[in-house]
């Protein structure tokens, strides 16, 4: 299973927050050769099991599915589409952009702004916010609103694009680079054998609230569980708090994550000369490890994150080592396990 081409698979999947149920099958039948099981929850996450030989516990491996985007707020009468996001998004980056409208059948657009050559004094001061600006499909009025409707969504258009130094900048990356990670998990574990039940969860709706990890966990109520998601990679404007890309693993450590799972993994990834760097997080991480902790009596969690520039972009940019050392680390963890209670005594 090659990284570069499944994330790059992952990634041109269209399914923003709330309409998961756009690329949901598709995620399942990526899981399905690979599980004994898989089902959609009634949210849309997709939820796959492998069986274990034994009665070793459950682990849950868990990332996220959908993706920041757009919605349709208003079509005004010259068949202009204005907007409101879904998930952050910064209005800077919009101008320009080409995207996709998802009504009765996709519509290409781009999205426009009034030219810097009329812009006021002030205006040029100020970066455009959203309501300023709109998308235009090349259609009137009328034609439009036979293809879309207010509430449509909008997804950025993006082809993957290998970089130098086996790095790849694509859309959507936040979070399906982490989907493709337990894909690989699953790929690298088809041939062996687990004492427990090992899940892998594809959840909906991170990005605006972190709400299917934490149906998804409080369903399953495995022993431990392990988020993958994203972290900020390096760049010139940003050294504090980023990472550089090729890192490897990135573990997180903080009170969303459980210090005896951290102390066992490490250990693991020590022996096994897997690349690693530490995240300190005092509090909140921002990411589904935060709702599956909390889920039915408690579930210690574990956070890996791969190193991600120009996060919430068309252009997300990581290497791919960096999820080849994250999938690999997390094998090596979960071979390591012989029944889950031991590994948190």
Same mark, same amino acid.
């Given at each position: 299973?090659?990284?570069?081409?499944?994330?790059?698979?992952?990634?041109?999947?269209? #399914?923003? !927050?709330?309409? %998961?149920?756009?690329?949901?099958?598709?995620? @399942?039948? /990526?899981?399905?050769?690979?599980?004994?099981?898989?089902?959609?929850?009634?949210?849309?996450?997709? $939820?796959?099991?492998?069986?274990?030989?034994?009665?070793?516990?459950?682990?849950?491996? %868990? @990332?996220?599915?959908?993706? &920041?985007?757009?919605?349709?707020?208003?079509?005004?009468?010259?068949?202009?589409?204005?907007?409101?996001?879904?998930?952050?998004?910064?209005?800077? &980056?919009?101008?320009?952009?080409?995207?996709?409208?998802?009504?009765?059948?996709?519509?290409?657009?781009?999205?426009?702004?009034?030219?810097?050559?009329?812009?006021?004094?002030?205006?040029?001061?100020?970066?455009?916010? +959203?309501?300023?600006?709109?998308?235009?499909?090349?259609?009137? @009025? *009328?034609?439009?609103?036979?293809?879309?409707?207010?509430? *449509?969504?909008?997804?950025?258009?993006?082809?993957?694009?290998? /970089?130098?130094?086996?790095?790849?900048?694509?859309?959507?990356?936040?979070?399906? !680079?982490?989907?493709?990670?337990?894909?690989?998990? +699953?790929?690298? +574990?088809?041939?062996? !054998? /687990?004492?427990?039940?090992?899940?892998?969860?594809?959840?909906?709706?991170?990005?605006?609230?972190?709400?299917? !990890?934490?149906?998804?966990?409080?369903?399953?109520?495995?022993?431990?569980?392990?988020? $993958?998601?994203?972290?900020?990679?390096?760049?010139?404007?940003?050294?504090?708090?980023?990472?550089?890309?090729?890192?490897? @693993?990135?573990?997180?450590?903080?009170?969303?994550?459980?210090?005896?799972?951290?102390?066992?993994?490490?250990?693991?990834?020590?022996?096994?000369?897997?690349?690693?760097? &530490? *995240?300190? *997080?005092? #509090?909140?991480?921002?990411?589904?490890?935060?709702?599956?902790? &909390?889920?039915?009596?408690?579930?210690?969690?574990?956070?890996?994150?791969?190193?991600?520039?120009?996060?919430?972009?068309?252009?997300?940019?990581?290497?791919?080592?960096?999820?080849?050392?994250?999938?690999? #680390?997390?094998?090596?963890?979960?071979?390591?396990?012989?029944?889950?209670?031991?590994?948190?005594?």
């Amino acid at each position: 299973m090659d990284m570069t081409e499944l994330t790059g698979q992952l990634c041109m999947m269209r #399914g923003v !927050s709330g309409h %998961e149920h756009r690329i949901s099958k598709d995620i @399942a039948a /990526l899981f399905a050769p690979l599980c004994d099981t898989v089902e959609i929850d009634p949210l849309g996450s997709v $939820i796959a099991c492998r069986k274990g030989t034994g009665d070793g516990g459950t682990v849950m491996m %868990e @990332a996220h599915m959908d993706e &920041i985007g757009l919605m349709v707020k208003e079509i005004d009468e010259n068949g202009f589409l204005y907007l409101t996001n879904i998930g952050g998004i910064d209005a800077r &980056i919009l101008p320009a952009n080409e995207v996709v409208v998802h009504g009765k059948t996709d519509l290409p657009g781009v999205v426009g702004a009034k030219p810097p050559h009329i812009l006021g004094a002030e205006e040029r001061k100020a970066a455009l916010p +959203l309501d300023k600006l709109y998308v235009d499909v090349g259609l009137s @009025a *009328d034609k439009v609103r036979e293809q879309i409707s207010v509430g *449509d969504s909008i997804t950025f258009e993006s082809t993957p694009l290998c /970089l130098a130094g086996g790095r790849l900048s694509v859309k959507s990356q936040d979070d399906r !680079s982490s989907v493709g990670v337990l894909l690989s998990v +699953l790929e690298q +574990l088809k041939h062996v !054998s /687990l004492p427990f039940d090992l899940y892998a969860v594809a959840a909906v709706q991170e990005e605006v609230g972190l709400r299917g !990890s934490g149906c998804a966990a409080y369903r399953i109520q495995p022993d431990f569980a392990i988020a $993958i998601d994203v972290c900020h990679g390096d760049t010139p404007d940003a050294s504090e708090n980023t990472f550089p890309l090729g890192s490897g @693993a990135v573990v997180t450590k903080g009170p969303n994550i459980h210090p005896v799972l951290v102390q066992a993994l490490t250990k693991v990834l020590d022996e096994h000369h897997i690349p690693y760097l &530490i *995240d300190i *997080d005092g #509090g909140d991480t921002g990411t589904d490890a935060w709702a599956i902790q &909390i889920a039915g009596n408690g579930i210690p969690t574990l956070l890996f994150s791969l190193p991600l520039r120009y996060m919430h972009t068309p252009i997300e940019t990581l290497q791919i080592s960096d999820l080849n050392a994250t999938a690999q #680390g997390i094998c090596r963890f979960l071979q390591s396990i012989e029944r889950v209670g031991d590994v948190l005594c």
